[in-house]
RNA sequence: GGGGGGAUUCCAGAGCGGUCAAAUGGGGCAGACUGUAAAUCUGUUGGCUAAGCCUUCGGAGGUUCGAAUCCUCCUCCCCCCA
């Protein structure tokens, strides 16, 4: 199976350019993606580029990532309703290195002649004089041409700054650059970028006469309407300092059955005859939940490693599994503490226990486990606190009675919120 | 510049002198069901030393035994005419 008969039974094919599928079987071809570095870690709404990216190397063809040191200083004016804030030159190199720094994981970047490689547009846009920019790429595309756009179109109304608007121009530099000194032949991206790269392509046709390409993937939706790849606590990030691999997870482990069906053919790299197989079994017994599992468990493998995903496992099975009081209090600290990790924490004086804290008072005041004693009493009358896994009622007395491991106490508000109060 | 309408508890939106911590809907949070799902049903949604009390209805004053409700001024928003 080619490179394009594999990103199409995937369903990762918005918009082909004709000659795309010809130029790839002619010969090993370069093609890139472009991220841009507004923060320093990839979120994994950037996944769905990357797998791209992982799919080409692996029919063969070479790989590039952009890392928009440069277009990241301006602003996408695509999908966007608002002029972009601008980011300093000093943050743009720092998350220009941690995003380098997580492609590592996806991408080969040691061997053959189709190794993965890094570029950054601010190594050949930071030098280029205003005037000198004009003169090689502004002239060679008309305003009409760029207004034509639908990511302008859509902004003319609000207003949209120059800078904005000369995104385009940027973008189809960088494309026209790696054309030239890379021999760099297809650009890809979601499907908003398809402007942008058809800025590119025609301007190394106008300016070179060559022929280049272009490819997008679909939007990724939701089956529910709202937006992929968040939760109520915002972006699902791959760093594992802003979402952690727990949590990580249980982000792909809670997709609805709809939405996994096609995330599993994007996010992993499980062949057709096995995710065929597989979505067969889930449709037979949904409540296992297979294809969540299985794609849960692939990702995370692949993000943050082995070990990291039992311990994502192990805690997932504690907390909604068969966890009870007596399994929660044979667990080693460690174990505990990583399976709480990023679960909000509270201390609570280890005399004020000795003497017996009553519950109210121990949610609403000791610890902000609710606002106010008004609403712990609300939840305490309504049965959904649990301390240790045990549903409490409101003359509950916490006590040292109630510590794991002689220092923790674990807190539930309804099933989902956690809580780790922990004593001094 | 002239005329009119409005600002209410997270949001929308009732209330127009006491019975208003304020209808209803949405959202949120919980409970049941379940697959850590969806759908559905139920409860709950200002605070407290809690059958009571306190702070809330754009801001500041005033009328009244009593004001979200009436009056005055201020701020902001919307609509119509010029």
């Known amino acids: 199976m080619n490179f394009v008969e594999e990103l199409r039974w995937r369903g990762m094919?918005?918009?082909?350019?004709?000659?795309?599928?010809?130029?790839?079987?002619?010969e090993?071809?370069?093609a890139y993606v472009g991220i841009d570095p507004t923060a320093d870690s990839l979120h994994i709404g950037h996944l769905v580029s990357i797998m791209m990216l992982k799919h080409l190397q692996l029919a063969g063809h070479k790989p590039l990532a952009l890392v928009g040191g440069a277009t990241g200083m301006i602003g996408d004016p695509s999908g966007k309703s608002e002029e972009r804030n601008l980011l300093s030159e000093e943050v743009l190199r720092h998350n220009v290195e941690a995003i380098k720094q997580q492609l590592l994981k996806f991408l080969d970047f040691e061997t053959g002649e189709n190794r993965a490689e890094i570029v950054n547009n601010y190594d050949w846009m930071k030098e280029f004089s205003f005037l000198g920019f004009l003169r090689e790429v502004g002239k060679h595309l008309t305003v009409n041409y760029m207004m034509a756009k639908d990511s302008v179109k859509k902004r003319l109304e609000t207003g949209l700054s120059f800078t904005e608007?000369?995104?385009?121009?940027?973008?189809?530099?960088?494309?026209?650059?790696?054309?030239?000194?890379?021999n760099c032949k297809l650009q890809m991206g979601g499907s908003d970028q398809w402007g942008n790269i058809t800025t590119g392509t025609e301007l190394i046709r106008r300016k070179t006469g060559g022929e280049a390409f272009a490819l997008v993937c679909p939007l990724i939706t939701k089956a529910d309407g709202s937006k992929f790849g968040k939760t109520e606590k915002g972006n699902v990030w791959l760093d594992a300092r802003y979402t952690s691999p727990y949590h990580f997870y249980q982000f792909w482990l809670n997709c609805s059955d709809e939405d996994t069906e096609r995330y599993i053919k994007i996010f992993s790299l499980f062949s057709r005859q096995e995710i065929e197989a597989m979505t067969?079994?889930?449709?037979q017994a949904p409540h296992l939940r297979l294809l969540q599992k299985a794609l849960a468990k692939d990702i995370t493998i692949r993000v943050h490693g082995q070990e990291e995903y039992e311990t994502a496992l192990e805690a997932s099975e504690i907390l909604f599994g068969k966890g009870t009081t007596e399994t929660l209090k044979k667990l080693p600290e460690q174990v505990l503490l990583s399976v709480f990790d990023g679960v909000p924490m509270f201390d609570v004086e280890k005399s004020e226990l000795d003497a017996g804290i009553g519950v109210i008072d121990f949610l609403a005041e000791k610890t902000a486990i609710t606002q106010s004693k008004g609403e712990a009493r609300r939840m305490l009358k309504e049965g959904s606190i649990s301390i240790n896994k045990e549903k409490v009622n409101d003359e509950f007395v916490v006590?040292?009675?109630?510590?794991?491991n002689n220092r923790h106490i674990l807190v539930q508000r309804g099933k989902k919120n956690y809580y780790l109060v922990q004593a001094r």
């Open 280 to 283: 067969e079994e889930h449709r």
């Open 165 to 182: 608007f000369t995104y385009q121009l940027v973008q189809g530099y960088d494309y026209l650059h790696l054309f030239s000194s890379k």
């Open 13 to 26: 094919i918005h918009d082909i350019m004709p000659g795309t599928e010809e130029q790839l079987q002619k």
């Open 28 to 30: 090993m071809t370069t």
């Open 399 to 404: 006590s040292t009675a109630q510590l794991i």
